[in-house]
C-alpha cells in the first residue's frame, strides 16, 4: 500500500511500501499529486462532500413534489450533482487524497444536513417545494462562493476549469430556483 503525504514545494515523501518497478510512473505521479495545492485538494474534498449530502434531498423530489417545474429543476440538479461529484472524485484519486473524507458531516452554510432530509421527507406538494427550493438555493449560493474561492486561489489547472465550469451550471440552476 501507497501513502503519499504532500510536502508543497519540497515535494512527495512515500511512506510504508513505496517500492515501486517503475521509476517514470513514480515520478509523474508525484508531480501530478504535488500539482493540487492546499486550496485545490480542500475544495475537492468539500464540493464532494457537499454534493454527496445533497443527493438525499434530490432523491425526494418525486415522491414529494407535485410540481412539474420542480420535479425538472430536481432532474436537472440530480444530473449536474452526478457530473460534478463524477469529476471531483476523479480529480480526488488524481490528488492523492485520503478516502475518508474530513469535510463529511460538516456544518456549514449550504450543507445540507440530515436533520433538513428528515425534514424534507415529511413535507410534500407545495412546503415541500419551498424547502427543496430554499435548500438548493443555500447550496448553490454556497457551492458558487467556494468555486469563486478556488478559481481566484486553486493553482491546479483542472480545478480551476471545474470551478468555472461549475459557476456557469449553478449560474444556470440558480435562476430556475428563484
Known amino acids: 500500500?501507497?501513502?503519499?503525504?504532500?510536502?508543497?514545494?519540497?515535494?512527495?515523501?512515500?511512506v510504508g511500501g513505496c517500492a515501486t518497478s517503475n521509476p517514470s510512473t513514480s515520478a509523474s505521479a508525484s508531480t501530478a499529486v504535488s500539482s493540487f495545492t492546499a486550496t485545490d485538494r480542500a475544495w475537492i474534498e468539500i464540493n464532494i462532500a457537499?454534493?454527496?449530502?445533497?443527493?438525499?434531498?434530490?432523491?425526494?423530489?418525486?415522491?414529494?413534489?407535485?410540481?412539474?417545474?420542480?420535479?425538472?429543476?430536481?432532474?436537472?440538479?440530480?444530473?449536474s450533482t452526478k457530473s460534478e461529484l463524477s469529476d471531483l472524485r476523479r480529480l480526488h484519486d488524481q490528488a492523492g487524497l485520503p478516502a475518508e473524507n474530513?469535510?463529511?458531516?460538516?456544518?456549514?452554510?449550504g450543507m445540507v444536513s440530515s436533520n433538513q432530509i428528515t425534514h424534507a421527507g415529511a413535507l410534500r406538494e407545495a412546503d415541500f417545494d419551498n424547502y427543496f427550493k430554499k435548500c438548493l438555493r443555500d447550496h448553490l449560493d454556497q457551492t458558487g462562493r467556494l468555486a469563486?474561492?478556488?478559481?481566484?486561489?486553486?493553482?491546479?489547472?483542472?480545478?480551476?476549469?471545474?470551478?468555472?465550469?461549475?459557476?456557469?451550471?449553478?449560474?444556470?440552476?440558480?435562476?430556475?430556483?428563484?
Request: hydrophobic fraction near 40%; charged fraction near 25%; proline fraction near 5%.
Open 102 to 109: 474530513p469535510h463529511k458531516g460538516m456544518e456549514m452554510p
Open 1 to 14: 500500500m501507497r501513502i503519499f503525504l504532500g510536502l508543497g514545494i519540497m515535494g512527495m515523501i512515500c
Open 148 to 178: 469563486l474561492g478556488e478559481k481566484s486561489s486553486g493553482k491546479e489547472p483542472q480545478t480551476v476549469s471545474l470551478a468555472s465550469r461549475f459557476l456557469q451550471e449553478q449560474e444556470h440552476l440558480s435562476a430556475l430556483v428563484r
Open 50 to 79: 457537499m454534493d454527496e449530502q445533497l443527493v438525499p434531498m434530490l432523491n425526494l423530489v418525486d415522491g414529494h413534489t407535485g410540481s412539474a417545474a420542480v420535479r425538472d429543476l430536481g432532474k436537472k440538479a440530480d444530473a
